[in-house]
């Protein structure tokens, strides 16, 4: 099945403590992007990927890192969380560039104490 | 500075009635629109897009959306609600200042009432 699959799709963590969420997709898509989704705020992209090796800073990429070592993969690093980084994060991928479809994972929910 | 505006916060509907969720866009250039959809604790599913050509295009679960060059909108809308209609709605627009990103607006929520 096609599909974008995120891990974990809860945490909750604290201050300070270095977190990974992972993003795979198994459509061979070369882009790949992350966001996250406040209410009132819709969603805000935190970083894209146009191809492997190839990453670029969205709206709001402060306080995130992202690698893109395989097609595949799109992790997602926060270094050192912080309580404002509480939020809903989506991966998302598609074919070719953002005018594409995009196909988006399940979700993951992230509590900063 | 490009935006997408969703009105709304919220659009309470009868179930059999003809639904409206607005969304008015800010771009310059050739605009290409969309619409996704998301279900209470699930991601995003698309629903629809407009590149170019016919102004109203056919999307998933029986809605439709008008492209309106000349008010900037991007309406979408479904001749007769379903309760499982019930979600929360996103318009986007490309941006083709910023590498082509997505913009996004803050969504409507869609509430069938039975």
């Known amino acids: 099945e096609a599909q974008v699959t995120q891990n974990p799709r809860y945490l909750i963590t604290v201050t300070g403590k270095k977190l990974t969420v992972t993003c795979s997709q198994n459509m061979n898509h070369e882009y790949m992007s992350w966001y996250r989704q406040d209410p009132g705020l819709g969603l805000r992209q935190i970083y894209y990927?146009?191809?492997?090796?190839?990453?670029d800073k969205g709206d709001v990429p402060e306080g995130y890192k992202v690698s893109r070592k395989e097609k595949r993969n799109f992790p997602l690093i926060l270094e050192s969380p912080s309580p404002n980084q509480t939020s809903l994060y989506f991966c998302?991928?598609?074919?070719?560039?953002?005018?594409?479809?995009?196909?988006f994972g399940p979700g993951t929910r992230l509590t900063v104490l | 500075a490009q935006s997408v505006a969703q009105p709304e916060d919220q659009v309470n509907v009868a179930e059999g009635n003809p639904l409206t969720v607005k969304c008015t866009y800010s771009v310059s250039g050739n605009p290409y629109l969309f619409w996704y959809v998301q279900y209470p604790n699930r991601g995003l599913q698309f629903l629809l897009k407009y590149i170019t050509g016919d102004n109203l295009v056919k999307g998933s679960y029986g809605f439709e959306a008008e492209f309106n060059k000349s008010q900037t909108s991007f309406h979408l809308k479904k001749p007769s609600a379903l309760v499982s209609d019930s979600a929360l709605y996103f318009c986007a627009v490309r941006d083709p200042h910023s590498n082509y990103q997505l913009i996004w607006g803050a969504g409507t929520k869609l509430i069938i009432k039975p």
């Open positions: 990927s146009m191809n492997v090796e190839v990453t």
């Open positions: 998302a991928s598609s074919p070719q560039t953002s005018t594409d479809t995009q196909y």
